[in-house]
């Protein structure tokens, strides 16, 4: 009878092994997939284990979770890499709007101080040519053909202070002054040059 039953227990005792083996296996399996997840390894699953009881089904829903997760968690990196997208866009977009207002402040300052700068220009080049109308009609027809070359080069002169002023002008208001050109008779330039 002891033999027997010792013979029992170690029998019982293998079947409870055995059993426990299948028991154990899978729940290390998900112990070790688990830590391979933790320590990066996002792609680890417990795969197939023996038997289809209610560990079995575990180990699948553990694999149908860290499936989920993968998806969500690739899913979130796309949206950020397009949030940053549209973020580094519209910082460019930002950018090129703040240079562009810049950049009109400054002509749009330019543009005043070249408007002051040709009134107070002009006032003098128009006191000139004023004064210079009235020497011709003081002078008599002999004096005034004496000075006509001078006061033909100072008619020039006052022309050419007003074309310079026109000329900036043109170039700090593009849009009310533009259209302006005048040919230029090189020839006569160099003659003047010569005379000064």
């Excluded at 993968?70 to 990196?77: G, N």
């Excluded at 040519?129 to 006509?148: F, H, I, K, M, Y």
Aim: glycine residues 8%; hydrophobic residues 45%; aromatic residues 4%.
């Amino acid at each position: 009878i002891g033999l027997i039953f010792g013979a029992v227990m170690v029998a019982a005792a293998l079947v409870s092994l055995r059993g426990a083996r299948g028991i154990f296996g899978p729940i290390e399996q998900m112990a070790q997939t688990m830590q391979r997840v933790e320590s990066g390894e996002m792609g680890a699953r417990v795969g197939p284990v023996p038997g289809h009881d209610e560990i079995g089904q575990l180990a699948g829903h553990l694999d149908h979770l860290l499936d989920t997760i993968d998806d969500k968690t690739q899913a979130l990196q796309r949206w950020n890499a397009e949030l940053d997208a549209k973020v580094a866009e519209r910082t460019r977009a930002l950018e090129a709007a703040q240079q562009q207002l810049v950049r009109s402040e400054k002509l749009a300052a330019v543009g005043q101080l070249t408007a002051s700068i040709a009134h107070e220009v002009n006032n003098p080049i128009a006191v000139i040519q004023g004064n210079l109308d009235l020497v011709r009609t003081q002078l008599s027809p002999e004096a005034a053909a004496g000075v006509a070359t001078e006061l033909r080069l100072i008619d020039e002169q006052v022309e050419r202070m007003r074309l310079i002023v026109t000329q900036l002008l043109q170039f700090a208001r593009p849009g009310e002054y533009a259209g302006y050109v005048a040919p230029v008779d090189t020839a006569r330039v160099a003659e003047d040059c010569l005379v000064l």
